[in-house]
Nanobody, 121 residues
Framework: QFKLVESGGGSVQPGGSLRLSCTFS????????MGWVRQAPGKGPEGVSC????????RYKDSVKGRFTISRDNARSTVFLQMNSLKPEDTAVYHC??????????????WGQGTQVTVSP
């Protein structure tokens, strides 16, 4: 049974930083890409970042390039999203997600419940 549990969300001022974590279980990490998807109030979900099972190949949404960094530790079944220079438009619920194979265009088969990130003065 796939299980993904996020943590690390919170409220920060613009320019601040947060580090999201996601622990996962129920599947073989070596076979699955891991990603982060966010959903702001009144908007549809959007893929933020993805990392292949090799922990080397990564993708980022243009608006977060240079500010966010995705990483993973397969031995600990954990994926991270380091978010720096946060902006109010980053406010959303952030979901950890996964699918078999390499990263693709923000389409995932399994999602976690999400963690709230709020950026405001």
């Amino acid at each position: 049974q796939f299980k993904l549990v996020e943590s690390g969300g919170g409220s920060v001022q613009p320019g601040g930083s947060l580090r999201l974590s996601c622990t996962f279980s129920g599947f073989t990490a070596d076979d699955y890409a891991m990603g982060w998807v966010r959903q702001a109030p009144g908007k549809g979900p959007e893929g933020v970042s993805c990392i292949d099972s090799d922990a080397i190949n990564t993708r980022y949404k243009d608006s977060v390039k240079g500010r966010f960094t995705i990483s993973r530790d397969n031995a600990r079944s954990t994926v991270f999203l380091q978010m720096n220079s946060l902006k109010p438009e980053d406010t959303a619920v952030y979901h950890c997600a996964t699918h078999r194979g390499p990263c693709r265009n923000g389409r995932y088969d399994y999602w976690g419940q999400g963690t709230q990130v709020t950026v405001s003065p």
